[in-house]
């Protein structure tokens, strides 16, 4: 199981971060992403990180404002966000590929999905 945490309403500008607590199975090997979707909107992918070597992913979007991290002792993936923008206002999904695919970016690559923490940034 994954349970995501740390949303809130936060003012443009300002950062929040984004908790992603893993259970169940063995996520520390497991290639771990961020998603969010914002109304009316697709699954948009924002970030990523491989299980073994630490390597990171980003979305455009958030390169250079978001850091995804993990802290696998204790089973933790988390999403630090900066000079957050309206833009960004969205539910926010973590998630799991334990198969490492090649298209990261996907959200049909991913098997686990936590159930989604609500980001909302006013302007």
């Known amino acids: 199981q994954l349970q995501a945490s740390g949303g809130g309403l936060v003012q443009a500008g300002g950062s929040l971060r984004l908790s992603c607590a893993a259970s169940?199975?063995?996520?520390?090997?497991?290639?771990m992403g961020w998603f969010r979707q914002a109304p009316g909107k697709e699954r948009e992918f924002i970030a990523a990180i491989k299980g073994s070597y630490d390597s990171t992913y980003y979305a455009d979007s958030v390169k250079g404002r978001f850091t995804i991290s993990r802290d696998n002792a204790k089973n933790t993936v988390y999403l630090q966000m900066n000079s957050l923008k309206p833009e960004d206002t969205a539910v926010y999904y973590c998630?799991?590929?334990?198969?490492?695919?090649?298209?990261?970016?996907?959200?049909?690559?991913?098997?686990?999905w936590g159930q989604g923490t609500l980001v909302t940034v006013s302007s």
């Open positions: 998630a799991a590929d334990p198969r490492a695919r090649v298209d990261l970016k996907g959200p049909e690559n991913y098997d686990y």
């Open positions: 169940g199975r063995p996520f520390s090997v497991y290639r």
